[in-house]
């Protein structure tokens, strides 16, 4: 059977993803439709109507030619022109997004088309990542992985392989489904009725999903919903009836209606309809990003250094960033790479359906779903040696290859050269087992080996062991091989390789056997331990066993040796005669009834459950059952007469792998590639968490990741497959796992809703199915985690790769795009990023797997690489916040100077303007903070999690108002100044707004209209300047202008100049040709101009101070949070700038408050219980428990939500202990005094020390009114209001707060203000579930308080003395009195 050629295998592929690929849609992240593109668009087409309807007003009625009507017609015209660029740029970018899935699918099939036919064979034994199968291609068998089985291939089956796609049997015509794995002992040959490349790509299009929101757009969406929901509305409304008001009471010209409300209130809101152009600017912002990200991510990988510290960096400090590469990029391959990508569309790394570059800075979980060749090596190395000792066994420990002196010593133990006698045979059979290599130094070789355990092949280099005890290749070549046999053992899926070798002196004979460690004990009678040979007993197999067991479960491979010498009688011809043919393959069958009937062996380290085919008993009748021939010379092991019974050789050789002697064990483990756990180390410094799905069972898992250097304590592995048996109840609990965990992927889900939030911590999950390890990604998305995951490229991984933010895949295997028939071109480096690259089957085959994946890692790169991409994109995106704050502070900014314009009597900035500054100006210096230098501290930052963005709103309010308003009011007073100066009859500063309200704007003059054009760009040349120095404050978010000096950016310095020199040109050339007095404008106009910095800078650097505390806060909350379990969700969490919110209030109340929007929702995992003292807080916060991500006491959180704490009544108890009278706390101003009235009633009492006015506040507030009355000249009753509003707020303040305790029945809080005025609150027993005390931010200063939880999780937690809210000390007292009353 010949099968198919590689021809017609490459039509039918062909066929298949031309008809399948068309399946796959991805919409794009742009969405033309929402609700943010319909507020853009519907206020800019109102600004572009109330142009044309105001220009056209001035054009046909102004006399003279008012040229402000005309501006109007061309800035519509210019608006329309730029919403068509907007439309087609969006449109565009939109196609493309959509499109990168089926171009990516299109240049698979492209390198399919011009595949040469190249075959890599790489000589290795099955690996549990890479899954191929063996095909009949081209009249030759060739390993191919599944995606490149073609329907009509002939494919060959082993027992324990897994049908591809349906099959048939080409022998019997049996048919096999797809999955359907094969029982036969024998190999089989199928024909391939279907391809598995259709019902792979069916599965991409149905499972594939556009990748979510990054952080950054989510936040963008929450900042522009504001500004569309609140800000433009308020702004609109605000103009719109200022401007109404002020014509019908100022204006005395009623024809200048249109221009004095439709156009005062256009230019109010025209800021926001330029910003039209800004999606335009975020595709480049994000384009430069991806090719940023993407170039630096291929130079890593073609340079060759290594990864190394810096300087400054102490090696032994945990907290020391990660080590680099220096590499370089140009400028100009990442200018090249994002002229590629902005006219194309980018199958490469898919940046714009998978988000490239803002989902590799908001990375929060980095997750490997395989093993082999992802994070451990492709290949087992061998790690122990345990050889008999007399009695007893020795274990001997290899070390680590040196590869600069190969023939070095491999065993760390000292004294080992005692063992050599029997380490001596054993080497020789793994010599022989290795003898590919003929012992030659640093060659690359593998073999494969049946194995027991997870996997059921593994290959391993073990020529080491034989170059270690001292063989070279001129031993080896006193030692001829004759036969090697395979003997197996179908019903376990087990086998071992025995070998006979021949001695080219003594011409003896030895059978050297290695593999399976049951088969091979069940094959041995006796053991040799150096000095004589023993009889293998029941005591010795079960330690040996045991061990055996033992190492299975810690996650390590086991081969067992044995040997026996042949002694045949002379002159045999048909014995291993070179023309006759050894069968490949002998069974040796184990009785299955003798294998249930295990035995227990006992020695000094226990019981052990022997099998009963493994027992002295059983083996020895295995021996009487063998036919024997008597022979009288006793020098040879089968008699003449023997012989011929046997007849054949497969029979002598089924006989002779029996009666062996045990030589000992070798265990064989993965170990991690290099840098593999430093990487993970310097991850969690990252704030990244490292997560690792395996398919092993618990123990096994646990093994692996402690090599890793994953904790694998109590809490730290989850088993997401399903518990056997009827008593399933989501829970495992075992001497492993000293706490209740969720069991089964099922219960994830209902336990992080009611327990905790342990699954969202832990760094291991065992029995994990590709479907379980999907659903887990998707939890941990739902939880806010941005999870790149990483698996080889030739396993069944495409699903899972297409669920996560960002998939990477990793090369399993070295050199697997080689091929010896097909020579690479000298620039083609073999990878696949590089095109025409794909040379072997596997390299196509992992092109088809990594489909969704947009990166891909080389076998040989450092996972570092992907670290540095992560820090280089996060500094991007940090930089694209910064630059996109600047764009939407000016343009709020801009509206506001012509809103408060409009409130002056003034005419608003002119169009055009606006459009200079926030289509030039503030782009080109936005622009310039992408080439901010970049800073290695970022990556010992902790990421925001993709939700809850931008919630705290108010205080980043606080923040634009305090860094805007100064340059809002240098830009009024320019304008004003220089518009007063340049006025024909120069009127008084203090009268400008009356002299322009008596003028009629339809009919200003030449000189009127040049004096206000004049003062108009005197406004826009300071705001742009005043832009330029705010600008140089935001390099950075945190770090001072001493910290990060600006002129560092030589990109900002270059483009502040061009900036400013374009400015001042394009100023010049509009007064160019006007009749403008400079000369007249005075000098203090240009001192506030230029003086503005020395005002701009320490606001900008107050609110970096603010904001740093606040950042700092959170990042060691954060880091707390990852040592403690305790979930931070984001920075956004924190309290308000301006203090406390309104706090939500539950139970019945004489006046029902409505709930605030900004209330604090009822989160166990915010919250910890008060022990004894401050110590015990402290102490308490931190602590690590295995119920809940919180401290909570015991009333509060069982295994689960627990029911509320059972009120029975109970007898009185005695008094709590406070002194006669009450007790009583003065501290800050504030009074508390505790008394208990009876044993079932405490009243708990917080006052002010001093109450109402004082003298101070008295003279203040007259001196203000005062000055009110002089500065506006207004009657002298004005100056009254503000001590009247002062008086009234005084009354209505908050003096004392009262807390009353009744056993068994409730509380009762009471609230009394300075007026009198008396609030009270009650609240039943059973209402209640515990006591909190929790802290917050109050005006800059940390503040504790005292709640109830409530015990129905949808209502909101209560604040007890919510206006004076007393200190700790004071809380204290309070809060353990009110437990002990009411909690009994």
């Not at 797809?178 to 190999?187: F, T, V």
């Not at 991409?204 to 950054?216: D, E, F, K, W």
């Not at 503030?922 to 925001?944: G, K, N, Q, R, Y």
Request: aromatic letters at 8%; a negative charge.
């Amino acid at each position: 059977m010949e099968g198919l050629s590689t021809v017609d295998a490459k039509r039918e592929l062909l066929q298949v993803l031309e008809s399948e690929r068309a399946r796959i849609p991805v919409a794009g992240h742009l969405d033309i439709r929402s609700h943010l593109s319909r507020a853009l668009l519907g206020t800019t087409l109102c600004v572009v109507v109330l142009q044309i309807i105001n220009g056209a007003y001035l054009v046909s009625r102004g006399t003279p030619i008012q040229t402000r009507g005309i501006a109007c017609l061309v800035e519509a015209t210019l608006l329309v022109v730029s919403l068509l660029i907007t439309w087609r740029v969006v449109a565009r970018e939109t196609r493309l997004e959509a499109r990168e899935l089926d171009g990516r699918l299109r240049e698979v099939a492209r390198e399919l088309r011009g595949w040469r036919g190249g075959y890599a064979d790489l000589r290795l034994g099955p690996q549990p990542t890479v899954t191929t199968y063996t095909v009949r291609r081209d009249g030759a068998w060739r390993d191919m992985p599944t995606l490149l089985v073609a329907n009509g291939d002939v494919v060959r089956l082993v027992a324990g392989d897994v049908a591809p796609c349906a099959m048939t049997e080409c022998a019997t015509g049996a048919e096999l489904l797809q999955g359907q794995q094969l029982k036969i002992d024998s190999p089989v040959l199928c024909w391939a009725r279907e391809t598995p490349l259709q019902a792979h790509v069916a599965q991409i299009a149905q499972h594939h999903r556009r990748t979510g929101r990054s952080v950054l757009q989510n936040q963008m969406r929450a900042v522009a919903r504001v500004i569309s929901t609140r800000v433009l509305p308020f702004i609109a409304s605000a103009s719109l009836a200022s401007n109404i008001v002020i014509f019908g009471v100022v204006y005395k010209y009623r024809h200048m209606g249109v221009e004095a409300i439709l156009g005062q209130t256009t230019s109010s809101i025209f800021p926001f309809a330029c910003a039209l152009l800004w999606p335009i600017l975020w595709v480049a912002a994000r384009t430069y990003a991806s090719a940023n990200s993407v170039v630096l991510f291929d130079a890593l990988q073609r340079s060759k250094t290594e990864y190394e510290d810096m300087a400054d960096i102490d090696e032994f400090d945990v907290d020391a960033l990660p080590p680099t590469k220096d590499v370089r990029v140009g400028i100009r391959d990442v200018v090249a790479h994002m002229r590629w990508m902005w006219t194309m569309c980018d199958h490469r790394n898919l940046s714009r359906s998978s988000n490239l570059a803002e989902t590799l800075g908001a990375i929060t979980v980095i997750c490997s779903i395989d093993k082999e060749g992802t994070i451990a090596e492709p290949v087992c190395t061998p790690e122990q040696i345990v050889v008999p000792d007399e009695q007893d066994y020795a274990v001997l420990d290899l070390a680590e290859p040196d590869l600069a002196e190969p023939q070095s010593g491999f065993i760390a133990d000292i004294g080992w050269q005692r063992f050599l006698p029997v380490l001596r045979p054993l080497a020789l059979a793994c010599a022989h087992d290795s003898g590919v290599c003929a012992m030659a130094p640093n060659s690359a070789h593998r073999r494969a080996r049946a194995l027991r355990g997870p996997t059921a092949t593994q290959t391993a280099c073990l020529c080491r062991v034989a170059r270690g005890v001292g063989f070279t290749s001129s031993d080896l070549a006193n030692y001829h091989v004759e036969r090697v046999a395979m003997v197996t053992a179908p019903k376990r899926s087990a086998s071992f390789v025995a070998t006979v070798v021949r001695t080219t002196d003594a011409q003896s004979l030895h059978v050297l056997s290695d593999g399976n460690v049951e088969l091979i004990l069940g094959a041995c009678l006796d053991y040799f331990d150096g000095t004589r040979v023993c009889a293998l007993d029941d005591r010795t197999v079960a330690m040996y066993y045991a061990l055996y067991l033992n190492a299975l479960q810690q996650d390590l491979q086991c081969l067992a040796y044995a040997y026996r010498p042949l002694r045949l009688p002379p002159n045999v011809e048909w014995l291993f005669d070179s023309s006759s043919k050894v069968p490949a393959r002998v069974e040796l069958r184990v009785d299955d009834e003798d294998e249930s009937q295990d035995q227990v062996v006992d020695d000094e380290f226990g019981s052990v459950d022997l099998p009963a085919h493994l027992t002295q008993a059983a083996r020895l009748a295995q021996l009487r059952a063998k036919p024997r021939v008597t022979d009288t010379s006793g020098d040879v092991d089968y008699s003449p007469d023997m012989l011929t019974h046997l007849a054949t050789e497969e029979n002598l050789l089924r006989d002779a792998v029996t009666e062996q002697i045990f030589l000992g064990l070798i265990t064989f483990t993965y170990e991690p590639k290099t840098d593999v756990c430093d990487f993970i180390e310097d991850l969690d410094i990252a704030g990244i968490r490292f997560v690792y799905f395996s398919a092993s069972g618990g123990r096994q898992s646990k093994s692996f990741a402690d090599r890793l250097g994953l904790e694998t304590d109590w809490n730290t592995c989850i088993l997401l497959s399903s518990a056997d048996g009827a008593q399933d109840i989501g829970y495992v609990e075992d001497h492993d796992i000293k706490a209740r965990l969720p069991r089964g992927i099922h219960n994830i889900r209902e336990h992080l809703r009611d327990v905790d939030d342990i699954p969202l911590q832990v760094s291991l999950f065992a029995e994990c199915t590709p479907s379980a390890t999907r659903e887990m990604i998707e939890i941990f998305q739902e939880n806010g985690e941005v999870v790149c995951c990483m698996g080889s490229a030739l396993a069944a991984n495409t699903l899972t790769f297409a669920v996560c933010d960002l998939a990477v895949g990793v090369e399993p295997i070295p050199h697997f795009n080689r091929a010896k028939d097909v020579l690479l071109d000298h620039e083609n480096d073999g990878s696949m990023s590089t095109p025409g690259a794909l040379v072997t089957q596997y390299a196509l085959g992992a092109a088809l797997t990594c489909i969704p994946c947009p990166l891909f890692l080389q076998h040989d790169t450092s996972l570092y690489t992907l670290m540095q991409v992560v820090s280089e994109a996060r500094w991007m995106v940090g930089c694209m916040q910064q630059a996109g704050l600047l764009l939407l502070l000016a343009c709020v900014s801009l509206a506001l100077v012509n809103l408060i314009a409009a409130w002056c009597l003034l005419p608003a900035l002119p169009g055009f303007m606006a459009m200079w500054v926030l289509w030039i100006a503030v782009p080109v210096l936005s622009a310039t903070l992408l080439f901010v230098p970049h800073d290695e501290s970022i990556m010992s930052t902790m990421p925001l999690k993709n939700h809850a963005h931008v919630s705290d709103m108010s205080r980043f309010s606080v923040y634009a108002v305090i860094r805007m308003a100064p340059v809002v009011a240098l830009t009024l007073v320019v304008y004003t100044s220089a518009l007063q100066s340049m006025l024909p009859l120069s009127p008084p500063l203090h009268s400008l707004s009356s002299t322009f309200s008596r003028l009629d704007w339809l009919h200003l003059t030449q000189d009127q209209q040049w004096a206000l054009l004049g003062a108009q760009t005197y406004a826009m040349v300071a705001f742009v300047f005043h832009a330029i120095c705010v600008s140089s404050t935001m390099m950075q978010r945190t770090r001072t202008l001493v910290e990060f000096v600006p002129v560092r950016n030589k990109v900002w310095v270059c483009g502040s100049l061009a900036c400013l020199t374009l400015t001042f040109a394009f100023a010049a050339l509009l007064l160019a040709f006007g009749r403008v007095r400079v000369d007249r404008v005075p000098w203090y106009t240009y001192a506030v101009a230029f003086a503005g910095p020395l005002v701009l800078l320490p606001l900008q650097e107050f609110c970096k101070m603010h904001d740093k505390k606040r950042w700092t806060r959170f990042q060691k909350l954060a880091k707390l949070d990852r040592q403690s379990t305790n979930e931070i969700e984001a920075e956004d969490r924190e309290p308000s700038f301006l203090g406390i919110d309104r706090w939500p209030l539950l139970g019945r109340s004489q006046r029902r408050r409505d709930a605030s929007p900004h209330a604090i929702l009822h989160r166990p995992s915010q919250s910890f219980s008060v022990r004894n003292d401050w110590r015990q807080l402290r102490e308490s916060k931190h602590k690590r428990t295995s119920s809940s991500s919180s401290i909570f006491s015991k009333h509060t959180r069982r295994a689960s939500f627990a029911a509320p704490p059972t009120l029975e009544p109970q007898p009185c108890m005695d008094f709590i202990g406070y002194p006669p009278g009450g007790l009583e706390i003065q501290r800050s101003g504030l009074v508390l005094r505790c008394e208990q009235k009876s044993p079932d009633v405490c009243e708990y009492t917080v006052r002010r020390d001093a109450m109402g006015l004082r003298v101070s506040d008295i003279l203040a507030i007259a001196l203000v009114s005062w000055a009110a009355h002089v500065f506006f000249r207004g009657p002298l009753i004005f100056a009254c209001v503000p001590m009247l509003l002062y008086i009234v707020r005084s009354s209505l303040q908050v003096c004392q707060e009262s807390l009353t305790v009744v056993r068994n029945v409730g509380i009762q809080t009471s609230t009394t203000t300075v007026a009198g005025f008396r609030h009270t609150r009650s609240y039943e027993s059973q209402q209640i579930k515990d006591f909190i005390i929790h802290e917050a931010l109050q005006l800059l200063e940390y503040r504790y308080y005292m709640a109830i939880m409530p015990i129905d999780p949808s209502q909101k937690i209560v604040i007890m003395f919510p206006h004076l809210l007393p200190k700790l000390d004071e809380l204290l007292p309070v809060y353990h009195g009110t437990r002990m009353l009411l909690f009994s």
